[in-house]
């Protein structure tokens, strides 16, 4: 008899652990109990808070992603925004910023000097301070990883949100749309293949793409509305596995099912065509830019104006229902079963790409 594979053992190959392996592993086993924590970790929550004091303080870490052939300057600028569009998830104001930086033996002093200087600039922006970090160069190395980075939110106890504030009815609200992160990376990495399809204009606008990789205006324009009971209740950051991962995984969180309709998401200029150029289903690829909003009905409209007044497309997308109902996409007018995508389509035909251009 052919003896059964332990899969208890197993592990991905890339990426992030899957939910049993977390569940297995890391979810049993989080160091001391404390009463202070008010969000702890969990699938489709971007972020821990705590109460300290009087305040709500919101945690979370990345790795430090530099990408040097996007540019240093705009590498930088992405691994910055990385971070802290998870933390803004949280609903309230990033403040803090303590970094590692584990930085490859080939990395220049001028290379250094553009890298921190964008991230102080962008920091500014954002009202972020830097307060503590370690930089040193190390063997063995390597980008994009290079360190790793934690920012810390602060605000009031009542201001925070989280899926366990989500009901039933709430709207669901997508900003800018799919394949935000696939479509700018692609622009980036491959303008010559873009200009040679679609022409010059459209390989630089496309271009564009790139600065909409973050969702820090989208998150704090969205609770500028009101919270909670008065307006938005959870916010996700679409990352792996796009837009059909990221709505699952909110609802999942809220431990409530979804309806949501196709037709009515919005799409940024240039990204049904990157898309279907490099063969990948936008609803299922890389995201970061697109934000996921729960919110109370009588508030929806008022995030969506909001968020145009700062121009960032955005639409009522569906709604929260109840968890016996499951997850459902309503595609031209009929209803079948939202699954979430499990691979990323983005990264296989993103090394493809790389052939093709070299």
Known sequence: MREKKDKSSE???????????????????LGAKSRDILVGPQHGVDVGIAEIGDKAVSFTCDPVF?????????????????????????GLKPKYL??????????????????????HKECKKLGISVITGHTAR?????????????????????????????????????????AIEAAGIFATMFPALLEKQFGRDFSLKAQKVFYLMSVVEDAMTA???????????????????????????????AGLGVRVEK??????????????YFGIDRYASISEGT????????????????????SIKSSIVGELIEPGKGMILVEDGKEKRLKHPTVDPFWRAFYDAIQKAG
């Not at 837009?243 to 969180?253: P, S």
Request: aromatic share 8%.
């Open 138 to 178: 190390y063997e063995n190395c390597h980008y994009p990883m290079v360190g790793g980075a934690t920012i810390v939110g602060v605000g009031e106890r009542n201001e925070y949100v989280t899926p366990r504030f989500a009901n039933v009815g709430d709207k669901i609200i997508v900003t800018k749309g799919p």
């Open 291 to 310: 934000l996921i909003i729960s919110c109370k009905p009588h508030k929806a409209e008022a995030v969506v104006k909001a968020l145009a007044k700062k």
């Open 98 to 119: 303590s970094i590692d930086l584990n930085l490859p033996m080939d990395m220049t002093k001028e290379q250094l000097v553009i890298v921190w200087d964008t991230i």
């Open 223 to 253: 609770v500028s509305v009101g919270v909670r009971e008065n307006g938005v209740t959870a916010m996700h950051d679409a990352t792996e596995c796009g837009l059909w991962g990221g709505l699952y995984e909110v609802a999942q969180a």
């Open 11 to 29: 592990m991905p190959e890339i990426g992030k652990i899957s939910p049993e392996i977390f569940n297995e592993v890391i979810f049993p086993r």
């Open 66 to 90: 530099i990408v040097p052939q996007y540019g240093w300057e705009r590498a930088a600028w992405f691994a910055i925004h990385i971070i802290a569009s998870d933390s803004v998830t949280s």
């Open 263 to 276: 037709e009515k998401v919005v799409i940024e200029d240039c990204v049904k065509e990157i898309c279907q």
